[in-house]
């Protein structure tokens, strides 16, 4: 049973589309995070939800809105995307809004 | 701003060959330092947490170490399963669970 997980695992698409990242985990935990690991390979964190409650909203461009329906699922809408947006997304979640927190597969986008 | 800097950028190493990873941060109140594995194409997988300096963690051929500055990574006896980048994190108190990442230590390992 995977953990944390998400879809799609690829997305290619062009510049101007408006695109969604779905993530759920089955860990039955309180808080998730989205984060982006650029060409770098340095991850940044961009939200974080505790109890479907937004906490964390780090400097991103308001293009980026996530969504939280259920403690279980967070999901990230992406907006009139930019050649400046391709990267890896990943979801992660924790007990708690502290302590270690467990990645999912990543989803990279390409945008041309 | 906290800030959290890996060293070597890259190792190679010869099975067998022990060495260490240094992670140095910087804190405004340190909750917990974190060490991830990244395997390409995968997400972090979690290894360990730290609290408090002088503490210590094991795991196979890993071990963790904390100071009130850094943070070591030794591997012991490394296998080539053990190549991967090695990450590490700091989570401040004060920072709702916001984990700052260093760049990471990209490990390689040969027979």
């Known amino acids: 049973d995977t953990a944390v997980s998400q879809t799609p695992k690829y997305l290619v698409t062009q510049m101007g589309n408006d695109k969604s990242i779905k993530c759920e985990q089955n860990?039955?935990?309180?808080?998730m995070y989205w984060y982006k690991q650029d060409s770098k390979k340095f991850l940044k964190i961009m939200f974080s939800y505790n109890n479907k409650e937004l906490i964390i909203n780090e400097t991103v461009p308001n293009r980026f809105s996530p969504k939280s329906p259920d403690k279980a699922h967070l999901n990230l809408h992406i907006n009139s995307l930019e050649l400046g947006d391709s990267a890896v997304y990943f979801c992660?979640?924790?007990?708690?809004?502290?302590?270690?927190?467990?990645f999912g597969p990543g989803t990279r986008l390409t945008v041309t | 701003e906290d800030q959290v800097t890996q060293s070597p950028e890259a190792l190679r190493l010869q099975e067998g060959e022990s060495s260490s990873l240094n992670c140095s941060y910087t804190v405004s109140g340190l909750r917990g330092l974190f060490w991830y594995r990244q395997d390409p194409g995968k997400g972090p997988e979690f290894l360990f947490t730290l609290y408090s300096a002088g503490e210590e963690k094991e795991k196979e051929r890993l071990k963790a170490t904390l100071t009130k500055k850094e943070s070591f990574l030794h591997i012991t006896a490394p296998k080539p399963e053990d190549s991967a980048t090695y990450l590490c994190?700091?989570?401040?108190?004060?920072?709702?669970?916001?984990?700052?990442f260093g760049a990471g230590t990209q490990v390689v390992v040969t027979p």
């Open positions: 994190a700091v989570q401040a108190f004060d920072s709702w669970g916001k984990l700052q």
């Open positions: 860990l039955g935990h309180d808080t």
């Open positions: 992660a979640s924790s007990p708690k809004p502290f302590g270690e927190q467990y």
